[in-house]
């Protein structure tokens, strides 16, 4: 496989479950990024992982975990989720993060549509 | 504070026509810029960015973008639009220092038959 893939690409859970989103990049990156998608909302930002380093928190509440056990993977851990966490989760790459002195564009997977009843 | 300002929610051309989406941001210090587009039911994808190293950027499937440091606006253009060129496309700003990437609110370009 090539690029940013996401597992599961449909996930239909409800309030008490517990599930996981995977994401792998293949492309050699330094940096991931989870990201939620509302309908009628901007991109929202929620994790920034650097050399599996958290580096980015943007106030996301707990029931969100990621974890990133090493640069190639990232994982997103739900637990006692609400109806409005019903979102499409991206998952990106980089070569570095955003800042420096380089222009790094961000590469993104298809995401994981899910909806929680 | 750093953002950026897609100026019209949904934009309709006709195929063949030429095609302008708007982007405006605001920066305290020199950023990066891109324009992704999005299809039904996909990811991202990444149509072109701004480099510092001429200031009309090509991308890809015909599509460029000119930064005006003047207007603080970095406004994306197609000659002539295709069918295939309907999606939602996303202008964004990365201010220089920090981690974000600062996502417009996105454009859903129409083309019509």
């Known amino acids: 496989e090539t690029g940013v893939t996401q597992t599961p690409r449909h996930l239909v859970m409800g309030m008490t479950n517990k599930k996981s989103l995977k994401c792998e990049q293949h492309?050699?990156?330094?940096?991931m990024y989870w990201y939620k998608q509302s309908a009628k909302k901007p991109l929202e930002l929620m994790f920034v992982y650097s050399l599996e380093e958290r580096v980015e928190n943007n106030s996301v509440p707990s029931r969100f975990s990621p974890e990133c056990p090493n640069s190639s993977h990232l994982f997103l851990h739900l637990h006692t989720l609400q109806p409005e966490d019903s979102a499409l989760y991206l998952c990106?790459?980089?070569?570095?993060?955003?800042?420096?002195?380089?222009?790094?564009?961000?590469?993104f997977g298809p995401g994981t549509r899910l909806t929680v009843l | 504070a750093q953002s950026v300002t897609q100026l019209d929610s949904h934009v309709s051309v006709s195929e063949g026509t030429p095609v302008l989406l708007r982007c405006n941001y605001s920066?305290?210090?020199?950023?990066?810029l891109f324009w992704y587009v999005q299809h039904p039911n996909k990811g991202l994808q990444l149509l072109l960015k701004y480099t510092s190293a001429a200031t009309l950027v090509k991308g890809i499937n015909g599509f460029e973008a000119e930064f005006k440091k003047s207007e603080t606006s970095f406004h994306l253009t197609k000659p002539s639009a295709h069918m295939s060129d309907a999606a939602e496309y996303f202008c964004v700003v990365t201010p220089s220092g920090t981690y974000k990437y600062i996502f417009g609110t996105g454009t859903r370009l129409k083309v019509l038959a």
């Open positions: 920066s305290s210090y020199s950023p990066s």
């Open positions: 492309l050699g990156h330094n940096a």
């Open positions: 990106a790459s980089s070569q570095d993060p955003p800042g420096g002195t380089g222009y790094n564009e961000q590469f």
